[in-house]
């Protein structure tokens, strides 16, 4: 096998809560992943100088030392070895610092691409070692599943089961938003204890059974993201506008989804929106 093409979905989340700030700086999350057809390609080839090469068109993607593809090579070389070098043609899609996991999505598919192409033999837990050093989102996409219970940063995922094929509208504003800039201003109380991942992840899984229908659509980071962005609290007021009252901020934002059970439902709240004429990109896609 000489290269390889692998899709790198987004993400949303459908739920996110702030238990606290940790001493490293960082926060303490209850989240629920939910992985999205919106999706990037990556094409990774085989070749015989020992470089790595980006090959990306997208403008703000050029500083090939920032990307998140880059930093998961770096790390993988330090624990793993092969033969060679690699290329990554990296089609972009996902809209970038929208708060869809773009960057970590293409860096957790990247390495698992490189354990297949190159015959490294990780396991899983190896590499989530790995993706947990590159970003807090990483890890999700590494378990190649539908949903999970994220909890510490975000690194730590329970799988949980998917029932419904859900579809997704998504508008997300053209000024992307920094994750860092929105923990930063989020008056979050320092943490007195850190919970038991398991007691939190098993009581919710249970609160999410029973709310089932009525997703529990919550989003800690919205107030402090829709200070940032103005637009936000605009964008988020006409989803009722159009009729889709069921959406919610994802991640740090910018991006707002609305939820649909439908297909149909979904396409024609994405038309009403279009015809708005927003300053924002509209998507419409499902559970991946
Ligand atoms: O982990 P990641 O690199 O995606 O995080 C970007 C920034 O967001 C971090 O530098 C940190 O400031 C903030 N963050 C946080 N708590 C989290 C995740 C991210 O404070 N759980």
């Known amino acids: 096998m000489n290269s390889l093409t692998i899709s790198s979905p987004a993400k949303v989340n459908l739920f996110l809560k702030v238990l606290g700030r940790r001493r490293d700086g960082y926060h303490e999350l209850l989240t629920r992943f939910h992985r999205i ?11 015989k100088k020992p470089q790595f090469r980006l090959i990306t068109t997208h403008l703000k993607l050029r500083s090939v030392r920032k990307n998140l593809i880059y930093k998961a090579y770096r790390l993988l070389k330090n624990s793993a070895d092969w033969q060679g070098g690699v290329e990554v043609k990296l089609r972009k899609r996902i809209p970038i610092a929208a708060g869809l996991g773009g960057g970590s999505s293409n860096a957790a598919h990247f390495l698992l691409g490189m354990n297949r192409l190159f015959g490294l033999r990780l396991s899983r837990a190896a590499l989530v070692k790995i993706g947990a050093q590159i970003g807090s989102d990483v890890p999700f996409f590494l378990y190649q599943t539908k949903e999970a219970i994220g909890t510490g940063r975000g690194e730590r995922i329970k799988v949980i089961p998917c029932r419904h094929k859900l579809w997704f509208v998504l508008v997300v504003p053209q000024s992307g938003i920094s994750t860092a800039q929105v923990y930063q201003q989020l008056k979050a109380a320092p943490l007195t204890r850190i919970s038991a991942d398991a007691t939190i992840t ?3 899984s249970r609160g999410m059974r029973k709310k089932e229908k009525g997703h529990r659509l919550h989003n800690d980071l919205f107030p402090v993201s829709s200070r940032l962005l103005p637009q936000l609290r605009q964008i988020d007021a006409l989803f009722d506008q159009v ?46």
Do not use: W
């Open 243 to 288: 009729g889709a009252p069921e959406r919610l901020m994802s991640g740090s934002g910018p991006t707002i989804f609305s939820i649909h059970p439908f297909k149909e439902e979904a396409e024609k709240v994405a038309r009403r929106i279009q015809r708005l004429k927003l300053n924002a990109q509209v998507f419409v896609c499902h559970t991946y």
């Open 202 to 204: 098993s009581a919710f």
């Open 37 to 47: 057809s919106l999706q990037d390609q990556i094409i990774l080839k085989k070749i």
